[in-house]
């Protein structure tokens, strides 16, 4: 009688401890105190910046002067005066043109290109090849731009030199290629680690067997090689694309100039809230700019999802 029912006892309390409890066994609570530093860390450093931008969006706050000591609220007209600014329309078209340059077509074909190359190299031509290229994206952007504004002065700059050219001012004359040339130089690392990884996922019989029926080297990339890491591609170009889209490192090479030639929307956003001492306009293009990035995020989230 005893074993009888101790058994109906034991079955009842399964589903509650089934749904009282984690896959780790953890709990509710336990999990939640886990979380909870990491939580407020995101809390504290995006969530209340990201509100507090919102805000100051909403006022005429200024660096100085009486608005800088009582900012009074005027709803949306910074948000209606950019919108308005044919400064911030240029920013917005050499932005595009910076990622798409520099992010899209550069690093993620560059970092393609040397990933297949070096996918079935050994030895030390690869770790030299792989040292050069992630040696560019560890050094400090402070310590690259400098390294290519030496090496684009128009006096005694190396390209110059190498080319045989006297005085000719590549970041006065040509300074949206000279950023975007830059930017791919600094940034390719990371879309070639990327691909490296994800070529290594490629079954090489899947390869062979492309190679045995006849196909060509760019079937083999068709049909075989980017179906298996489309997914990798697009996590690739999202990453890429954001962090290209607000980086602020053209400033130390061009600050913006000449005469807003390469002025992208993180060096505007600098030169209205910092420079002209604007804040609240500046935080309303930096709400602008977060609203582009959320646009952006959600067109390749759902194109990943529709690929998979």
Excluded: C
């Amino acid at each position: 009688m005893a074993q009888a029912t101790s058994l109906p006892d034991s079955t009842e309390e399964r589903p509650a401890r089934r749904y009282s409890e984690d896959a780790a066994g953890l709990g509710r609570l336990r999990a939640g105190a886990f979380t909870a530093p990491a939580l407020a860390l995101i809390a504290v450093f995006l969530v209340f910046p990201a509100l507090w931008v919102l805000y100051l969006g909403l006022t005429n706050y200024r660096l100085t002067g009486i608005a800088a000591a009582d900012p009074q609220i005027v709803g949306v007209d910074n948000f209606l005066t950019a919108l308005a600014n044919p400064r911030f329309w240029n920013s917005t078209w050499l932005t595009v043109e910076f990622v798409a340059g520099s992010a899209v077509i550069g690093q993620a074909v560059l970092g393609f290109a040397i990933a297949w190359m070096l996918r079935d190299r050994r030895g030390p031509l690869r770790r030299i090849v792989e040292g050069i290229v992630i040696l560019a994206w560890i050094l400090p952007s402070a310590v690259v731009a400098f390294l290519w504004v030496a090496l684009l002065d128009p006096s005694d700059g190396t390209l110059n030199a190498v080319l045989g050219l006297t005085d000719f001012a590549w970041l006065l004359d040509h300074p949206m290629l000279s950023i975007i040339v830059f930017n791919i130089w600094r940034g390719t690392a990371f879309s070639m680690m990327l691909y490296a990884a994800a070529l290594g996922n490629v079954p090489p019989s899947h390869l062979e067997s492309a190679r045995l029926a006849g196909a060509s080297g760019w079937q083999q990339l068709r049909d075989v090689v980017f179906p298996h890491i489309r997914g990798h591609v697009l996590t690739n170009l999202l990453l890429i694309s954001l962090w290209t889209f607000n980086d602020f490192s053209p400033f130390m090479l061009t600050a913006g100039g000449p005469d807003g030639k390469s002025e992208v929307l993180a060096v505007h956003v600098y030169n209205e809230a910092v420079r002209n001492g604007s804040l609240g306009y500046g935080a309303a293009i930096s709400t602008i700019i977060l609203l582009i990035n959320l646009v952006v995020a959600v067109f390749y989230l759902r194109l990943l999802r529709s690929k998979r």
